[in-house]
């Protein structure tokens, strides 16, 4: 998957923060599609594969599009605004993960 190096990124980034300092405490699950919108992995934040049955948020996007956001060609904002992607659950969870990917994507 070409968004796999972005992946093992926020992997790393995970296991070197101190997981009483992290703002953001709630499990996500990412839905990668291909350019089809055919399902080719789903993973869990906190990072593992596999579905998390009681994810907080989840987030359907392509395989593609999450690498343009992980290289920061594109803002995770502007494929919501193009409906690339498809966030829903707790509206208060998702918003701090969507602030955490502005702020990364601001550097």
């Known amino acids: 998957m070409k968004s796999d190096e972005i992946i093992e990124k926020i992997r ?6 101190d997981p009483g300092k992290r703002t953001v405490v709630n499990t996500f699950q990412f839905n990668f599609t291909d350019s089809d919108g055919i399902l080719i992995k789903s993973m869990a934040l906190d990072i593992y594969e596999g579905k ?3 994810a907080d948020g989840r987030v359907t996007i392509a395989d593609e599009d999450f690498y343009l956001v992980g ?13 690339r992607a498809k966030i829903d659950g707790d509206a208060e969870a998702i918003n701090k993960m969507l602030d955490k990917f502005r702020l990364n994507s601001q550097n």
């Open 71 to 83: 290289t920061k060609q594109k803002t995770f904002e502007q494929i919501l605004e193009q409906d």
């Open 12 to 17: 790393n980034k995970l296991k070197e923060s």
């Open 52 to 54: 998390a049955p009681d």
